[in-house]
Each structure stands twice: as structure tokens, then as C-alpha cells.
């Protein structure tokens, strides 16, 4: 128990300070404005019977026992476009980084998770449930502190999510594009009609330094509508345009995925 809760703490400190690191980011101390932080971990399934197994224990396991240590709502979702599919991404938010990297510790301890969980966390190496995890981990933006669900979410209504992550080539550039949200890219995403799910600079993770953020709509119909109103919108059109954030390509490289909720999933 000691070491784990070390392991815990240690993760959590690493964590603290990248965070202290954002100011060099142009962004503020989590602290002031009770930003939340971001877990989104991504499971490659290998197709076949047991990708019924692995949403099992995210149904049945995970997302119960992350609600019994105070995390919530959790998003799952599948991947219908993008590379390396079949996939399933979990969105995990926390007002605490320290709860979000202590939480498979203290699962550990949780009897209804691990009884629920036991065909998942048991199955033996010829029976692969995924090929592999990433995982990383983001502080929201000062300007969007908040995960925002859906209201059609209660509903079970149907809806559609984008998952989009900027890479810049610098840190210089990375900063200029958080700038450009605060400057009215939050705004023009409203009016156009989108969902704003959460804005997240990534602290821990891969080809930093980049941001992801996630978008909502009812259909890919509606999608295509609502970029078609945002890419017109004479805001966007005077933001693009202005010197502080076209003096170079801020933004290296753009991910794009789209996302299905799963039928259990809290966003």
C-alpha cells in the first residue's frame, strides 16, 4: 500500500509541476480558475470476441468505479474514422490530477470493480483483450475550465463527436494557437452551433507540444453545416487574418477523428 500510494504521489507531483510549466504556455496556474484535468486513453482492440470483453469491463467495471471515487461523467467512445481502427477512447475528467493518477491504485482496492472487472483484468496472454493503451494527460483551457456535456447526453439522444489535435513546431506557435482560442475561436465555435465538449493543453503524452479538443453534433450531416458556417464567419475570417497569429503556420500537424458514444457512455 505504501509503495502504491508513493507511485501515486510521485505521478501526481511529475504532473504538478509540467502544469507549473503552462505559464511558459501563456496560460495561468490551474489553480485560479479550478481548471479540470483530462485522462484520454485509447485502447487498439484486435477485432474479434473479445472487443465484446474489453467494452464489458469499461461498462461494467471501469466507469462504475471511477464514479465511486467522485470522476465523472466518463466519456467512451468508438472510433468510426480514423486510423488504426477498431478503437475505443475514454475520456476521464478530475478537479484533481493527483485523484485522476492515483485512480488505478485505489481500483485496485475496490471490491466491485475487481469482481466485475475479473474476466478483463484476469484473461490470460492467449487471450488478448487489446493490443495496446495510450494514454495522456491534459489541463483544460483557462477559457474553457469546464467539460461541457451535451444536453441531448441525458436523453440518450443521437450524436456524433470530432476529436481534433494541433501539433505545433514550437512552443512559440503551440502558445499563439491557445491565444487564438481565447481570442474568439470559442465563440465562433457557439455561434456556428457546435457542442463544445472540453479544450485540453496536453501535459503528459505524445508529439508535444499539441492540444485536442472535442466538438458535438447531431449527425456528420450537421457537421459538415456547422464547418461550413464557422470557415464563413466574418470573425473567424478578421481572426485568421490578423498578423498576431498568421506570421507563420502555428499549426504543424492536425489529427482528426470522428467518435461514436457507446450506449453507456456519460457524454
Do not use: C
Not at 467512451?76 to 478537479?95: H, K, Q
Not at 463544445?196 to 507540444?209: A, C, H, K, Q, V
Not at 461550413?228 to 470573425?235: I, Q, T, W
Request: charged letters at 25%.
Amino acid at each position: 500500500m505504501q509503495r502504491r500510494h508513493f507511485l501515486g504521489s510521485s505521478l501526481a507531483a511529475a504532473a504538478l509541476g509540467v502544469d507549473a510549466s503552462t505559464n511558459l504556455r501563456g496560460q495561468q496556474p490551474s489553480g485560479e480558475k479550478n481548471r479540470e484535468y483530462y485522462e484520454l486513453r485509447r485502447y487498439h482492440l484486435q477485432s474479434g470476441p473479445h472487443t465484446k470483453l474489453t467494452e464489458g469491463f469499461l461498462a461494467e467495471a471501469l466507469l462504475p468505479g471511477l464514479n465511486r471515487l467522485g470522476i465523472k461523467p466518463v466519456g467512451v467512445f468508438r472510433l468510426d474514422i480514423g486510423v488504426e481502427t477498431p478503437s475505443l477512447y475514454v475520456l476521464i475528467p478530475s478537479t484533481s490530477v493527483e485523484t485522476l493518477v492515483t485512480a488505478e491504485f485505489r481500483l485496485r482496492n475496490d471490491e466491485e470493480y475487481l469482481k466485475a472487472g475479473e474476466k478483463f483484468l484476469n484473461a490470460p496472454a492467449k487471450d488478448v483483450t487489446y493490443a495496446r493503451i495510450e494514454s495522456s494527460l491534459m489541463i483544460a483551457f483557462e477559457g474553457w475550465p469546464k467539460l461541457t456535456v451535451p444536453p441531448i447526453t441525458s436523453q440518450h439522444g443521437s450524436r456524433v463527436f470530432e476529436l481534433r489535435t494541433y501539433e505545433s513546431s514550437s512552443n512559440q506557435d503551440h502558445r499563439r494557437k491557445v491565444e487564438m482560442f481565447h481570442s474568439g475561436e470559442f465563440d465562433i465555435f457557439q455561434k456556428a452551433g457546435f457542442w463544445e465538449i472540453f479544450y485540453g493543453d496536453t501535459l503528459i503524452g505524445s508529439r508535444l507540444p499539441n492540444l485536442t479538443y472535442m466538438l458535438g453534433f447531431p449527425d456528420l450531416a450537421e457537421r459538415n453545416s456547422k464547418w461550413k458556417a464557422f470557415g464563413s464567419d466574418p470573425e473567424w475570417k478578421k481572426l485568421i487574418s490578423s498578423p498576431k497569429f498568421n506570421f507563420e503556420d502555428i499549426v504543424s500537424n492536425i489529427t482528426n477523428l470522428i467518435l461514436s458514444p457507446t450506449s453507456y457512455s456519460q457524454i
